[in-house]
C-alpha cells in the first residue's frame, strides 16, 4: 500500500469521525473527497514579515535603558496549494528571519504540512537548535494542519481540558514621563475594572525601598481578592531580590518573576528559589526541552514559564510543562506579543492539566500583555478579550483566527 493511500485512508476515517461530532459536512461522498484532498496538501511557500511600529510613549522593563520607542514582530506564512495557510509568531532576534528565509522555509516546500512529526525533526536538524525559528514555524504548521483537518489545534494534542483559560494582566510597565507610585495603583485599578482578577507589574529599576511602596499601594487598591505577581526582568542581585521577595510575600503576592540574570543558564536560582518565601517563575529563556531538563533537575525554579515562541513550538512548550508536573514543577506559559502568539498560548494552556485533583484556585493562567501592541487587536477580527477574568479557547479550525493580511502589510517593514 502507498505511503499517500495510507495517509488517505486515515484522513477519510478521520474526517468520518469528526463528521460524526457535526464539526464537518454531513455527506460521507463530501467528506471522503475533503479528506483525499487533505492527504494531498502541500506547501509551496513560507513567508516571513518583519512588523514594526513606532509606540505613542516609550515604555519599558526595569533594564529597558532607555524606554523602548519600537514595537517589533516577526510573523511567518505558510501558504498551501490547496489555499490553506497558517500563520506564526515569534521575536524578531538572533537571526531568527532568515533562519526561516535562508535555511528551514525552503525544506518545507513541497512536504506536507500533515507529516508533523517527520517535519518537526527536519526543522531542529538542520538549525543547531533555533528555537525562536522553529516556534513561529511549528505554530504555523499546527495552524494549517488544523485547518486541514478541520480541528481546533488543541484537539491535535488530545483534546482540550476547559473551554475558557483563567487571564491575567502582563502590565504596569515603565512609562516615559509617569512617576510608578502614581501610574501603577491607577493602571491596576482600571485593569480590575475591566474584568481581570490577576495582574502582574515590573519592578527593579528604581530601589526596593522605593517599590516596596508601590507594590504596597498596588495591593492597597485592588484589595486581598486579586492576584499579583512581579515580573524583575532580572535587574535584581541575590541580596536585592531576597529583599524585594520578602517584601512581596508579606502583601501577599502569587510569585516572583525572574529578578537575576537569565545568563549564564540561570544561574543562583536554585539558591535563590531555596531562600525566598514565595513561589520564583523562571524559565521564559528556555530554548527547548533539553534546556528545560536541566532546569527542572536543579529545581531551579517553583514556576517554569516556556513560551511557544521561543523553545520550539507548541508541542515542545507541552512537553516542558509535562516534564516538569513530574518533579512537582507548575507551569505559567510565558506570552508576550500579538494575537497570533496569544492563540497559540491559548490552545496549549487549555491542555495543560490542574496541578492537583482537588479543587484547584491555581490553574494555569494566559499571560495577556496589555502595553501598547497594534497586533493584538488590528491583527484579527475578533481579539481575544477577557469575560470575569477569562478568556475562551477558540473553537474554529487551526489556531482559530483569521489574520489581516492588509494589517501585516501596513506594519511590515520586510
Not at 533562519?99 to 508533523?116: C, V
Not at 504555523?140 to 487571564?167: H, Q, S, T
Not at 524583575?232 to 529578578?259: D, I, K, R
Amino acid at each position: 500500500m502507498s505511503q499517500v493511500t495510507s495517509r488517505r485512508e486515515m484522513l477519510q476515517g478521520v474526517a468520518w469521525a469528526v463528521g460524526a461530532l457535526g464539526l464537518s459536512h454531513t455527506c460521507a461522498a463530501d467528506d471522503e473527497t475533503d479528506a483525499a484532498q487533505a492527504a494531498d496538501l502541500k506547501i509551496t511557500a513560507v513567508r516571513t514579515y518583519l512588523l514594526k511600529h513606532q509606540l505613542k510613549r516609550p515604555f519599558g522593563v526595569s533594564v529597558s535603558v532607555p524606554l523602548d520607542k519600537i514595537r517589533s514582530a516577526l510573523l511567518v506564512k505558510i501558504e498551501t496549494d490547496a489555499g490553506l495557510v497558517g500563520w506564526g509568531e515569534t521575536a524578531p532576534i538572533s537571526g531568527a528571519q532568515a533562519t526561516i528565509d535562508d535555511q528551514l522555509g525552503p525544506k518545507l516546500i513541497g512536504r506536507s504540512p500533515l507529516e508533523y512529526r517527520k517535519l518537526w525533526r527536519k526543522m531542529w536538524g538542520a538549525n543547531f537548535g533555533h528555537a525562536l525559528a522553529v516556534g513561529a514555524l511549528d505554530m504555523a504548521l499546527n495552524d494549517v494542519r488544523g485547518k486541514a483537518l478541520g480541528l481546533p489545534v488543541a484537539e491535535l494534542f488530545g483534546g482540550r481540558l476547559r473551554e475558557r483559560v483563567p487571564a491575567y494582566a502582563s502590565a504596569m510597565n515603565y512609562v516615559e514621563g509617569e512617576e510608578p507610585e502614581e501610574q501603577y495603583p491607577e493602571e491596576a485599578r482600571k485593569l480590575v475594572a475591566e474584568g481581570f482578577k490577576a495582574l502582574k507589574m515590573r519592578l527593579g529599576r528604581y530601589s526596593v525601598r522605593r517599590e516596596a511602596v508601590v507594590a504596597e499601594r498596588v495591593r492597597d487598591v485592588v484589595g486581598p481578592d486579586i492576584k499579583l505577581m512581579v515580573d524583575g526582568n532580572a535587574a535584581y542581585t541575590m541580596s536585592s531580590a531576597l529583599q524585594m521577595g520578602h517584601v512581596l510575600h508579606e502583601l501577599g503576592f502569587e510569585f516572583f518573576e525572574e529578578p537575576l540574570p537569565q545568563s549564564p543558564k540561570y544561574a543562583a536560582y536554585d539558591e535563590l528559589r531555596r531562600k525566598l518565601p514565595l513561589s520564583l517563575a523562571a524559565g521564559e529563556a528556555v530554548d527547548s526541552r533539553a534546556s528545560a531538563k536541566q532546569l527542572i533537575d536543579r529545581r531551579a525554579m517553583d514556576i517554569i514559564q516556556p513560551d511557544v515562541s521561543l523553545c520550539g513550538g507548541i508541542g515542545e512548550a507541552l512537553f516542558i510543562a509535562e516534564l516538569a508536573a513530574l518533579s512537582g514543577i507548575r507551569s505559567l506559559p510565558h506570552c508576550w506579543g500579538g494575537a497570533i502568539l496569544i492563540a497559540a498560548t491559548t490552545h496549549l494552556l487549555s491542555l495543560l492539566p490542574d496541578p492537583h485533583w482537588g479543587f484547584p484556585t491555581d490553574t494555569p493562567m494566559l499571560e495577556l500583555d496589555t502595553s501598547e501592541n497594534p497586533w493584538r487587536r488590528e491583527l484579527v477580527a475578533e481579539p481575544f478579550d477577557v469575560e470575569d477574568g477569562f478568556v475562551r479557547v477558540p473553537t474554529t479550525p487551526g489556531l482559530g483566527i483569521e489574520v489581516d493580511e492588509r494589517v501585516v502589510q501596513k506594519y511590515a517593514v520586510r
